[in-house]
């Protein structure tokens, strides 16, 4: 009953800051297999509506589902509902002190309860996958930022999470390791990975979105698939929006 409604499902969600209305009446559903692409300008409410949905905030008002069940409110529950949305942030958190086989087989092991060597297993498939398999036993520090955040996005996928976000996952590196990480991305895509993706990059969104939301004032104020949103945008803020960006 719940699959046609969608894996995640915002209704009529809320968030202030304050005074600020950071999220206003929020709809929207993600389907399975879907990747949904959020852009808007700085403070629009992008990275805010990313964080409502593994309750890194919490909402005022409405209601979140994931696979049809409503997001819990703390306790085991919610380290069970991280366990089920990966999450990819802007800088890469990683844990300096473990090598990045450790930084991806810590979680399976510690909240799964798998095993070290089928953690390891499934890790060193994932770090190849990403592309940084030769990266295994050295440290962050060590690593590139591009190479950095594929691991992150290994260590989200190795939760075997229902859907993945990602939260201006380029936005700190350098233009020559934006594509590398683009790319693990388009791959994940391609393979039939949930994703909502917070990005600036236009590129992406075109190629690998099903649907662009775009975000304005905290409310959703258009979306459409890439093809439709980048030629006929329908508002007049998403129409300024483009021209500012698409002109540089």
Request: charged share 25%.
């Amino acid at each position: 009953m719940t699959e046609h409604r969608g894996l995640v499902v915002l209704d009529g969600v809320n968030k202030h800051f304050g005074d600020l209305h950071a999220l206003k009446d929020i709809d929207l559903s993600i389907g399975r297999g879907e990747v949904v692409v959020v852009i808007g300008p700085s403070g629009s409410g992008k990275s805010t509506l990313c964080r409502t949905i593994n309750r890194l905030e919490t909402i005022d008002s409405g209601t979140i589902t994931l696979d049809g069940k409503p997001l819990p409110q703390d306790g085991k529950a919610l380290a069970a509902l991280r366990a089920e949305v990966g999450m990819v942030f802007q800088s890469f958190n990683l844990f300096a002190h473990k090598t990045i086989l450790d930084n991806v087989t810590l979680g399976p092991i510690k909240v799964l309860g798998h095993s070290a060597a089928e953690a390891e297993e499934h890790a060193r498939e994932l770090l190849d996958r990403v592309g940084v398999g030769e990266q295994a036993d050295k440290y962050p520090a060590q690593l590139s930022g591009g190479q950095q955040q594929r691991v992150a996005i290994a260590r989200a996928l190795a939760m075997d999470p229902k859907v993945m976000l990602f939260d201006e996952p380029t936005s700190a590196l350098d233009p020559e390791m934006i594509k590398e990480v683009l790319d693990a991305m388009v791959d994940l895509a391609q393979r039939g990975m949930t994703m909502i993706v917070v990005t600036h990059e236009m590129g992406f969104a075109r190629t690998a979105g099903d649907r662009v939301v775009f975000m304005a004032d905290g409310a959703i104020v258009e979306e459409s698939p890439p093809d439709e949103f980048f030629t006929h945008p329908r508002t007049d803020r998403a129409k300024d929006f483009l021209s500012k960006i698409l002109t540089h």
